[in-house]
């Protein structure tokens, strides 16, 4: 059969669906001639879309799916319920291997429930981490759980950081990249019950660069490149990112127009500005892997355009070719054999 | 006896001390002729700094204390072994009553943990939580608690929820102060365990406005005036505002130099971004209090400056004069009658 890295993309999830998932799809097959693309949805909607573009047509499928999961609806509820929706059709493909990977911009929790639910979890791990990249001062950083596993247990954020470590080096070429676990304070004996038990798993760790606890105050300067946190944590961190971001942006701009003399500088220091700040946009850098799974799930923001989907898709043809999977499963299971 | 409102304050905490912590004091006297305060410290020191100043004789005291605590030190140890610690005195004479409120640059830890030892707590509460102000797009949030109790319980949450409204009605005039917790989706039905369990207490407490969860991104634009979480959460929501916000503005700056234009458009702007950005600074709002204490101790950034020291002073007399501890007690004991 085809060499083709096959990714099902969900063109009915987010809020720029199927408009922007479907040229996003269609830009990547563009790019990459490996790619051959699943778009799963309501054909008719999708097949109006795809009208637009000239395209591959031995690599782009139209997969109907009348159902469509909404962000509101309960994700368990609506994985059971909806068997014919665009994200339960898409997963199913990908578990059953007709499909290397999803990638979806709808229902964080209905992709995160039915990546475990459906897709399933590789041999050795415990819980399946949800792990974005955030931009830094110098470069950017995989900050991981962000937000699947609440209440996670030591040996959890152990199994993130191995996973973390094997993201950075072989997707994002960080050579031995720098763990470090969010803490209130630098030293050892700082944190809560979570980090204090965490701390001498990984600080004995042989698989990772462990370089100790991280405060919050030093993830933007990118001290780590692989950040370890329970997913409560994870979802804070990301969050404070975008709201103070936008937050002081807002104020930046406000203190531009307040006179003459300010807008007549801001109209000067606008395209340099513009610029700068594009490097320090969340959304650059694609959609966060759902690691751990057998195959890979890819969520991206809900507000994704073209550009997000375009880049969420190439992530998983590197995915796939890095055989990240595999050196999980080294990884993980290696280390369960060593534990025994 | 005098009607003073008397403030200890730590004469040797802080990366500036003794030369800002003095000034500071001695300015706090000088814009409100009810403060006195004593300053804690070694005498030498301290009486070298005061000679650079016009005061009040009757309004400023120095307090001999041979021993320094430093910041590196472990806090429970320092404070049995250093009795005659700077820190340690002037905490004992909150403890005593002769004074109303300390005040300190000095190590978190130890102020903490000392605040809670020496002074101790009213009656009915159950943990003493730390609370700084942060700056938000329409003023400013409490947010309680950001590092006093990692690991908290849901009913110590809900006691934080009430002192917090005390405080942000009475100290900052905020009438029927909007409470959130810090969670990581609006829904009820998310969060971690903690959260799931201090949700409904929250909704059905009487005496606060609760407006249900918060998320980190919600934050700085204001969205709550009472922003209730777990010390470990709250220390990484403040850490990450002051982390963003730096290297943010960095990359501003950065992006400003890049080329002639918009260094000239630099120049321009300047004076505008300078006074917008003044609001959005962390330490404007001067320490934050330790609330729940048989007394007042206010903790202020290891970097304060006279100014932070001056207004933290001040605010101890708006804490005195609110009678904020007493109506504490009231609405804090009155909940213990009204469980039983």
Same mark, same amino acid.
């Given at each position: 059969?085809?060499?083709?890295?096959?990714?099902?993309?969900?063109?009915?999830?987010?809020?720029?669906?199927?408009?922007?998932?479907?040229?996003?799809?269609?830009?990547?097959?563009?790019?990459?001639?490996?790619?051959?693309?699943?778009?799963?949805?309501?054909?008719?909607?999708?097949?109006?879309?795809?009208?637009?573009?000239?395209?591959?047509?031995?690599?782009?499928?139209?997969?109907?799916?009348?159902?469509?999961?909404?962000?509101?609806?309960?994700?368990?509820?609506?994985?059971?319920?909806?068997?014919?929706?665009?994200?339960?059709?898409?997963?199913?493909?990908?578990?059953?291997?007709?499909?290397?990977?999803?990638?979806?911009?709808?229902?964080?929790?209905?992709?995160?429930?039915?990546?475990?639910?459906?897709?399933?979890?590789?041999?050795?791990?415990?819980?399946?981490?949800?792990?974005?990249?955030?931009?830094?001062?110098?470069?950017?950083?995989?900050?991981?759980?962000?937000?699947?596993?609440?209440?996670?247990?030591?040996?959890?954020?152990?199994?993130?950081?191995?996973?973390?470590?094997?993201?950075?080096?072989?997707?994002?070429? &960080?050579?031995?990249?720098? %763990? @470090?676990? !969010?803490?209130?304070?630098?030293? *050892?004996?700082? #944190?809560? =019950? $979570?980090? /204090?038990?965490?701390?001498?798993?990984?600080?004995?760790?042989?698989?990772?660069?462990?370089?100790?606890?991280?405060?919050?105050?030093?993830?933007?300067?990118?001290?780590?490149?692989?950040? &370890?946190?329970?997913?409560? %944590? @994870?979802? !804070?961190?990301?969050?404070?990112? *975008?709201?103070? #971001?936008? =937050? $002081?942006? /807002?104020?930046?701009?406000?203190?531009?127009?307040?006179?003459?003399?300010?807008?007549?500088?801001?109209?000067?220091?606008?395209?340099?500005?513009?610029?700068?700040?594009?490097?320090?946009?969340?959304?650059?850098?694609?959609?966060?892997?759902?690691?751990?799974?057998?195959?890979?799930?890819?969520?991206?923001?809900?507000?994704?355009?073209?550009?997000?989907?375009?880049?969420?898709?190439?992530?998983?043809?590197?995915?796939?070719?890095?055989?990240?999977?595999?050196?999980?499963?080294?990884?993980?299971?290696?280390?369960?054999?060593?534990?025994?």
């Amino acid at each position: 059969m085809s060499e083709f890295i096959k990714v099902a993309v969900d063109a009915m999830g987010g809020d720029n669906a199927p408009v922007e998932i479907v040229k996003g799809a269609i830009e990547a097959t563009q790019e990459n001639e490996k790619v051959k693309v699943y778009l799963v949805g309501q054909e008719d909607a999708v097949k109006a879309e795809l009208a637009k573009y000239k395209y591959d047509a031995e690599r782009v499928e139209v997969v109907h799916a009348s159902e469509i999961i909404e962000t509101a609806e309960p994700p368990v509820l609506a994985i059971r319920k909806k068997k014919d929706s665009s994200l339960v059709k898409a997963l199913t493909m990908v578990k059953d291997g007709e499909c290397d990977a999803f990638v979806s911009a709808g229902s964080t929790g209905a992709t995160l429930v039915g990546g475990q639910l459906i897709v399933g979890r590789l041999k050795g791990v415990e819980r399946p981490p949800l792990a974005p990249m955030i931009p830094t001062m110098t470069g950017a950083s995989l900050l991981i759980d962000c937000g699947a596993n609440v209440d996670a247990r030591p040996s959890m954020l152990v199994q993130f950081a191995k996973m973390g470590s094997i993201y950075m080096e072989n997707i994002c070429g &960080v050579k031995n990249p720098k %763990v @470090g676990i !969010v803490n209130i304070g630098a030293e *050892e004996e700082k #944190g809560n =019950a $979570l980090v /204090k038990e965490t701390f001498p798993l990984l600080k004995n760790c042989p698989d990772i660069n462990f370089i100790g606890s991280v405060e919050a105050r030093d993830i933007p300067s990118g001290m780590a490149d692989v950040i &370890v946190c329970e997913a409560f %944590v @994870g979802n !804070v961190v990301l969050k404070m990112y *975008e709201g103070t #971001g936008a =937050a $002081l942006l /807002k104020k930046v701009k406000q203190s531009m127009m307040t006179n003459l003399r300010s807008k007549i500088g801001a109209l000067l220091v606008k395209p340099a500005l513009k610029e700068t700040l594009k490097e320090f946009d969340l959304e650059q850098y694609g959609g966060a892997p759902l690691l751990g799974l057998k195959g890979l799930v890819v969520k991206t923001h809900g507000s994704s355009k073209h550009g997000e989907i375009k880049n969420s898709v190439l992530q998983c043809v590197t995915f796939k070719e890095q055989k990240i999977n595999e050196k999980i499963k080294e990884k993980l299971s290696a280390v369960d054999e060593a534990d025994l």
